[in-house]
């Protein structure tokens, strides 16, 4: 939450300018290429309190308008993500061999910690449709949602409600990450209220706990858990 409440600092554009001129001038100090010029980026971000790889987008932009690499005015985050993504696409060896330290050694962004992100998900979808499938409640999975012209689904669409501690559940969507104010904000912009607004009331599972203080939109249909619920807590409709 710290580095996305800082963020906007970090991208002032004399903030930018002044984070490139250091990291020149380190890197000139260190000779260009030896061995202890391969963390430089990495030790420059852990200085400002910065993620490794944001760090990095910084100093990647800056290379790439110094360099003339992009069109003047032009913002260059696709051929910053590229490059993000690729480090050997980077037409500067050490810069390279930099900003792929930064990407090994960042466990909160970058295409490494995504896919890292990505599995963990995947193993918490699992694990919540087992917790269903347990019950005997029937569903239809975000792919089964998705053929049937759905475009944004949840996890798990119920095809018969359930009641969990008095509030009506018609889908579950599960997050394999904690709930700050930043991301479930978004969440509810982004997916939350949109199935509410399709399936009607439902449940988000945030398994890594969230700040209880944003459990506020039950009555509107949206209820907050740590955990799957336990069996005692759930009503359970037969289907007809």
Same mark, same amino acid.
């Given at each position: 939450?710290k580095?996305?409440r800082?963020h906007?600092?970090?991208r002032?554009?004399e903030t930018?300018?002044?984070y490139?001129r250091r990291y020149?001038?380190?890197?000139e100090?260190?000779?260009?290429?030896?061995d202890?010029?391969m963390?430089?980026?990495?030790?420059?971000?852990?200085?400002?309190?910065?993620?490794?790889t944001?760090?990095?987008?910084?100093?990647?932009?800056?290379f790439a308008? $110094?360099?003339?690499?992009?069109?003047?005015?032009t913002?260059?985050?696709t051929?910053?993500?590229?490059w993000?993504?690729?480090?050997s696409a980077?037409? $500067?060896?050490?810069?390279?061999?930099?900003?792929?330290?930064?990407v090994?050694?960042?466990?909160n962004y970058?295409p490494?910690?995504?896919?890292v992100?990505?599995?963990?998900?995947?193993?918490?979808?699992?694990?919540?449709?087992e917790?269903v499938?347990e019950?005997?409640?029937?569903?239809l999975?975000?792919h089964?949602?998705?053929?049937?012209?759905?475009?944004?689904?949840?996890d798990?669409?119920l095809e018969?409600?359930?009641?969990?501690?008095?509030q009506?559940?018609n889908?579950?969507?599960s997050?394999?990450?904690?709930?700050?104010?930043?991301?479930?904000?978004?969440n509810?912009?982004?997916?939350?209220?949109?199935?509410?607004?399709?399936?009607?009331?439902g449940?988000?599972?945030?398994?890594?706990?969230?700040?209880?203080?944003? $459990?506020?939109h039950?009555d509107?249909?949206?209820?907050?858990?740590?955990?799957?619920?336990?069996r005692?807590?759930?009503?359970?409709?037969?289907?007809?």
């Amino acid at each position: 939450v710290k580095t996305k409440r800082s963020h906007w600092s970090h991208r002032k554009p004399e903030t930018m300018s002044e984070y490139y001129r250091r990291y020149l001038a380190a890197r000139e100090r260190k000779g260009g290429g030896g061995d202890d010029s391969m963390e430089l980026i990495l030790e420059m971000s852990q200085q400002v309190s910065l993620s490794p790889t944001l760090f990095a987008r910084i100093i990647l932009e800056q290379f790439a308008t $110094d360099k003339e690499l992009v069109p003047p005015g032009t913002a260059p985050n696709t051929l910053i993500s590229q490059w993000i993504k690729n480090p050997s696409a980077i037409p $500067d060896h050490i810069l390279q061999l930099q900003v792929r330290a930064c990407v090994l050694n960042d466990p909160n962004y970058g295409p490494l910690a995504d896919n890292v992100k990505r599995s963990v998900g995947y193993e918490y979808e699992f694990l919540l449709k087992e917790k269903v499938e347990e019950l005997g409640i029937p569903f239809l999975d975000e792919h089964a949602l998705r053929a049937r012209g759905y475009d944004k689904t949840p996890d798990l669409r119920l095809e018969v409600p359930i009641a969990v501690d008095g509030q009506v559940v018609n889908w579950i969507e599960s997050k394999a990450s904690f709930g700050d104010e930043v991301s479930h904000d978004r969440n509810l912009q982004e997916q939350l209220w949109s199935y509410q607004n399709r399936f009607g009331s439902g449940l988000v599972i945030y398994w890594f706990g969230f700040i209880k203080e944003l $459990d506020t939109h039950r009555d509107q249909g949206i209820t907050l858990a740590d955990a799957f619920p336990d069996r005692s807590s759930i009503v359970t409709l037969a289907a007809s």
